[in-house]
């Protein structure tokens, strides 16, 4: 506790500092990275990238984390992935050099932004699927005297954004093409719309046709980049895509380019499930991801046998697709942290804004000011609830606090 | 657009400055909120409280924002409503002078922030409703050699926080006052966890047991403030809560408090029905709560008749309990803003972390760079994605930026 804290930063996750003890020395509810899945995790993406001779560009959106991202290069990433024009200058503003937007860029303000990050040596990429935006961009950044890097997206039917067939794709082709302004770099893609009963060999299919796509634009002299890219994968995918990514003429003439995001910290339940799926498609793969995110938070109130209400709400985790999932309960008069309880077979019930309703034994031995554990399923949505996060080892001694810029 | 910001604040809702037209200087998405409609709150609900004899400390969990708190004392209000101890020294921090925290305070770092906020200065409640609790806080502060100023929370069974029965009161009056550094000051409920067939006259009888409860407790002596404090209401039934205190007794010797937070901005589906029911409640009510909360976003892709993809997300805008709601369109090279499209009759269908998808009729006409103006449905899960949002005129015009502390 720093009392001298200016008040300006007394918000969420601001009155502590290093060192500290996360269960003694901080307000909760924290959220807290672990420091060894952490480091795990990001060495075993990179790897995975490597042995499939891809680029990774972790997808920035799920953490927001400056910190974060300088370690996800420093661990070999070609870049970081980001959705929108604010997070692009914001990562850019921390000293990243190389963004992939996946998204149109739209709206002058929006381009503005882009526009003064690439002056300033910003490398930035980013997506096109309708001819408007094509004669928008090349109308803005011509003005600006400016080049801009972009790649067609390639969307499936029912999907989200993207050209949904060739001739759509030709046509957008043409009208980047006539703006000088513009560099067709490569062609980009997201799988995860793709659902159904046969989704595996949907996604198996959608690789191959990013890649078919990105050759028969090559041929053409359509791309204007020495090693075109070729993207896609999210997280629950990324082995289906690097498999289709993972072929000799792609790792000698193109940069095909991975950008899964919820890796980095992973999770205790959606994407658990997904590295599951993947080992049970490779048996032969080593490791897995670990999860590494946890929140932390008091038992507020014990108004019925049965009932645990948790000083933790909507305003600090995510809840899609499942409510917070309790782990570990760490009595408040135990500061041996060595062996907390396991808890994870109570269940959340509810959440609001301020509270989880949990469902615990009749029996379970707990007291207003025990402290609990979360996991979470999707990460996205519990990291935009903080300004920032805490950085633990272990034994829960704050190693770093992580700045977040949502 | 500021090109000279700070490096180290750019940030979502950060790049603008003051003059600057939301439609044609602001990178979207932004969050709105409307001059007119809030002024007409801030007067609308102090007004009510007032003609109910009671004082209102609004719920600043809603907003966070210490600017609006601001407003709403200049209106009127008697204190700030707030649920957590960091909330507490947030709005401390930001000039609030008068915090009802309505939960139980628990944690020492947690108590070390409110001790540290009250020797500063600081006018602060807190809620029990159990002896563990009441030990640990009249531990600390006799320590701290300070006094805490508790309220009774009274619950209902299979609600959330709260003594359940008389007999639990009691107990918890005991303990207290074996606590010589805790003041029982009053008592508080939220009537927001009743439902069941017959909700509203199960929120007039928890009323009516709030009221007879602080009596109770008057006469036996048992509370330390003048003008005891009796608080309850969250958004839809303040009326009814409203109604329980109106009384000439609690008017003359109580202090009754009333603590909605939606009022402020209100909403365009969940709180907009409440208001319907009030108004039908009581015919002769003078006007209405109107909405002021609005985010704009761009259309960002129209990869499908029938389909248009919006660059807003669950990282900019609540969805819960309905997804966000199109209300006017504007199109992309019109800079008169006084005629925008009504899009009401366009509907969302999915919400993603950084999209949402628009079901909008085949033969609509727009375009990707078009801005729409959404609604929500509850404010509170809104303003905790921003941590700036832009007060503007019925032109469009930036007003203020207002900055939230989450």
Chains 1, 2 share one sequence.
Not at 85 to 103: C, D, E, F, P, S
Not at 324 to 342: F, G, K, N, Q
Request: aromatic fraction near 6%.
């Amino acid at each position: 506790m720093n009392k001298t804290t200016p008040p300006a930063t007394r918000q969420k996750g601001t009155p502590w500092s290093t060192p500290a003890q996360l269960l003694t020395d901080v307000p909760l509810p924290a959220a807290a990275i672990l420091e060894t899945p952490l480091a795990h995790n990001l060495a075993w993406m990179q790897r995975f990238a490597d042995d499939h001779g891809a680029k990774l560009a972790p997808h920035g959106k799920t953490t927001m984390a400056p910190a974060l991202f300088q370690r996800q290069l420093e661990a070999g990433a070609w870049g970081i992935t980001l959705a929108t024009a604010v997070q692009t200058v914001a990562a850019h503003a921390h000293g990243i050099a190389r963004v992939l937007m996946v998204n149109q860029l739209v709206g002058r303000p929006n381009m503005a932004l882009v526009a003064d990050a690439i002056e300033a040596g910003l490398e930035y990429y980013c997506v096109v699927d309708g001819a408007d935006n094509v004669r928008d961009l090349g109308a803005f950044f011509a003005a600006r005297n400016l080049t801009l890097n972009v790649l067609v997206e390639l969307g499936i039917d029912g999907g989200r954004c993207g050209c949904r067939d060739a001739e759509q794709v030709d046509a957008l082709v043409a009208a980047i093409a006539a703006e000088p302004a513009l560099a067709l770099v490569g062609i980009e893609g997201y799988e995860g719309m793709i659902g159904g009963d046969d989704e595996i060999a949907a996604v198996r299919a959608y690789g191959e046709r990013l890649v078919d796509t990105v050759k028969t634009l090559r041929a053409s002299g359509a791309l204007q980049r020495e090693a075109p890219i070729v993207t896609a994968s999210g997280s629950k995918w990324f082995d289906l895509i690097a498999e289709a990514f993972d072929k000799a003429e792609l790792r000698e003439h193109y940069t095909p380019v991975l950008r899964p995001g919820c890796y980095v910290v992973h999770d205790h339940k959606l994407y658990a499930g997904a590295m599951e799926a993947i080992k049970a498609r490779d048996p032969a793969l080593e490791g897995e991801l670990e999860p590494a995110l946890e929140v932390f938070a008091h038992v507020q109130s014990l108004p019925e046998p049965g009932l645990a209400i948790i000083a933790l709400g909507k305003r600090d985790i995510g809840h899609e697709p499942d409510l917070p999932l309790p782990l570990r309960l760490y009595r408040r008069h135990d500061d041996d942290t060595s062996a907390p309880v396991d808890v994870r077979s109570w269940r959340a019930t509810k959440i609001m804004d301020q509270h989880v309703f949990l469902e615990i034994p009749d029996s379970a031995e707990v007291a207003v000011g025990d402290v609990i554990a979360f996991g979470t399923s999707h990460p996205c949505l519990t990291f935009d609830k903080w300004r920032r996060m805490l950085l633990v080892d272990e034994r829960l001694a704050v190693k770093e606090v992580i700045e977040t810029c949502f």
